[in-house]
């Protein structure tokens, strides 16, 4: 056998992403729009969004601070409402929230007086499962998290990537069609994070989700991402929308390749181009006056 046939087939990102477009679209955002407060305090954070998610697409959404980020994710959930347009799940309207939408925020909003088992059983015994229906379908999630061994512990007993993969499965347990994502590792240090993303990218491969996943790490959102999009600030407007051209199932190592390079010096223009897009408070920074007599030169 030669070398050549044992090489692995070469990642064709127009076959990959022709699949895609083919699959259903399952989120639809027309000329969306989210204005907050009135007269000459009136900000326009989403400005006339036009965006079609794909079933089980992997999107991270990025920008700079004040662009809209969190507040579309927020939208989507059915937690925040907006001014115009139209934001519609499998062709139908969003109205509030709905446990077809499941939600990982980056803080930890764990319930701290219920075990792990208890938090990853709320969502089903609301939708009405009896206690062993629910037990049963926590059982499960914490498996598939690996902490079946901490199932009656305390959230203040975990460590932080372990009360987010409990956040994760609370979320999935209710076997939504889409999980959102808000700056779930931001709070986590670099190692754990890793093992998150890695974590995450096995989980959405192997079960029927969508995830919208955002993000201001922008090595993260090439990782994870099937697409990016891009979002411009003040107003909050789509620029770009990136097809992240990588095979998949990709490691940390692909950071180190000239093509993840390439995309990310992309993203990064995309972000911080324009400083009128930044925060307008970094503008005009005052002159620091000398307060110390410790010289900083040799």
């Not at 000329?31 to 965006?51: C, E, I, P, Y």
């Not at 223009?269 to 400083?275: I, K, M, R, S």
């Amino acid at each position: 056998m030669t070398t050549e046939l044992l090489k692995p087939e070469a990642f064709d990102a127009q076959q990959y992403f022709e699949r895609i477009y083919a699959r259903p679209v399952i989120l639809e955002a027309k000329k969306l729009s989210q204005v907050f407060g009135t007269g000459k305090a009136q900000r326009t954070v989403l400005n006339q969004l036009d965006l079609k998610i794909h079933k089980r697409e992997f999107i991270c959404v990025i920008g700079p601070s004040g662009c809209g980020k969190s507040t579309f994710s927020r939208v989507v959930a059915g937690l925040d409402g907006y001014s115009s347009g139209e934001i519609l799940v499998d062709g139908q309207p969003i109205h509030g929230p709905s446990p077809e939408r499941g939600m990982v925020f980056q803080g930890y909003t764990l319930f701290p007086w219920k075990t792990v088992k208890e938090n990853v059983m709320f969502g089903p015994k609301m939708k009405g499962q009896s206690h062993a229906s629910a037990e049963a379908h926590a059982r499960e999630w914490i498996n598939i998290i690996g902490l079946e061994k901490y199932e009656n512990h305390y959230p203040n007993e975990l460590s932080g990537g372990m009360k987010q993969r409990v956040a994760i499965a609370r979320a999935l347990v209710n076997e939504p069609k889409i999980l959102l994502m808000d700056e779930p590792f931001g709070a986590l240090d670099p190692y754990t994070r890793q093992k998150m993303q890695r974590h995450l990218m096995d989980l959405w491969q192997n079960i029927d989700i969508t995830i919208i996943f955002v993000t201001h790490d922008m090595d993260e959102a090439i990782l994870l991402a099937d697409r990016i999009v891009a979002l411009k600030a003040n107003p909050g407007e789509i620029k770009e929308i990136i097809e992240v051209d990588l095979p998949r199932p990709r490691s940390p190592e692909l950071l180190l390749t000239p093509e993840f390079k390439r995309l990310r010096e992309r993203v990064d223009f995309l972000v911080h181009a324009q400083e009128d897009e930044l925060d307008p408070a970094l503008e005009n920074l005052p002159k620091i006056p000398r307060m110390t007599q410790v010289s900083t030169t040799k």
